[in-house]
């Protein structure tokens, strides 16, 4: 039996909720390397999936955001402006795969915004990509799963990541299929 993955402690990180389970995913060796992991989840991504992006500042959540987006926007989203919703804390797109919701809740001061800004609806209807789920722990939507990106001490561009989800997701399942073949 396999032992349980120990999270580094970071004291600005939220642990994940009660029954979630973490699993290391190979090093982003570099940026490109965090662009192929959006590439390889966006095909199994569906309307009511959430992603939860956890990790500090600089550890690379907006990019697999963006990159993310434009890989389920299609051929159309290679040169889409994808802009940060770090003032309007939400931004919406269209895809084939349906509406996307990307969500930035680092100024967000009261987790009743979310209601407010229609986000728990879009977790059920839209694919939701969430930056600073923090703000919102320990009520994490227990459909979603959480990506952990954090920095590597001595390597500028490498990031670590880690899946967090809870224990039997399918959407879990899927992404961890996805990246098995990629």
């Known amino acids: ?5 120990v999270l580094p402690h970071d004291p600005d990180l939220a642990a994940p909720p009660e029954g979630w389970t973490a699993t290391a995913l190979p090093a982003l060796e570099d940026a490109g390397a965090t662009e192929a992991l959006a590439h390889a989840l966006a095909p199994v ?18 990019h ?11 051929p159309e989203g290679e040169r889409a402006e994808i802009p940060s919703p770090t003032f309007t804390l939400v931004q919406a797109y269209d895809s084939a795969a349906g509406e996307i919701w990307h969500a930035d809740l680092y100024r967000m001061g009261d987790p009743q915004e979310l209601v407010e800004l229609g986000l728990d609806a879009a977790m059920e209807e839209a694919i939701c990509l969430i930056e600073w ?3 919102i722990a320990p009520d994490w939507p227990q459909e979603a799963i959480c990506l952990r990106l954090e920095r590597v001490p001595g390597a500028a561009e490498a990031r670590g990541a880690t899946l967090l989800a809870p224990a039997g997701s399918d959407l879990a399942r899927r992404c961890l299929a996805a990246m098995a073949v990629a």
């Open 64 to 74: 697999f955001a963006r990159t993310l987006i434009r890989a389920l926007m299609g």
């Open 1 to 5: 039996m396999s032992q349980p993955l």
């Open 133 to 135: 789920p923090d703000r």
């Open 45 to 62: 991504l569906r309307a009511g999936d959430t992603i939860l992006l956890q990790g500090q500042l600089g550890a690379g959540k907006s």
